[in-house]
């Protein structure tokens, strides 16, 4: 079973089988079943990925009480896409968006490399 120091370290969603069925105490096919029908403890929800059924960890940590921590990554290419965990969702927005957001670059002289080059 996850310790909760590995719970807050893990990545943004985990396998609903074996990790999340082990935390919550029921089987795997509990588990399943309850994901199929949408019956899952709540804020937990399960959501299929290819064949893989998949549960936000911030969703799994906030019903166990637990502190959820706003999480931030930025992929390799920083001028294509940002990603940012916020509250357990996964959001992508372009550097273009974020500057606009915060209020930077939104003269339209920068120019997209120059965007890239300093996020």
């Known amino acids: 079973m ?6 807050a370290e893990a990545p943004a969603t985990l396998p609903l089988v074996p990790d999340v069925a082990e935390i ?3 089987g795997a096919t509990t588990a399943y079943e309850l994901a ?13 990925l290819g064949t893989s ?6 969703h799994l940590m906030r019903f166990l009480g ?8 930025a992929p390799s290419n920083t001028a294509e896409a940002l990603e940012k965990i916020i ?3 996964l959001v992508i927005v372009s550097v273009r968006q974020l500057r606009e ?7 339209g002289n920068e120019s997209p ?3 890239g080059s300093s996020a």
């Open 36 to 48: 199929a029908k949408g019956r899952l403890p709540a804020p937990i929800r399960a959501f299929k």
């Open 101 to 107: 957001v915060l209020g930077a670059g939104t003269d």
């Open 66 to 73: 637990l502190p959820v921590a706003v999480r931030s990554a």
């Open 113 to 115: 490399s120059d965007a």
């Open 2 to 7: 996850l310790t909760i120091r590995e719970l």
């Open 87 to 89: 509250d357990g969702a």
């Open 53 to 58: 059924w998949r549960v936000q960890t911030g």
């Open 24 to 26: 919550l105490g029921i």
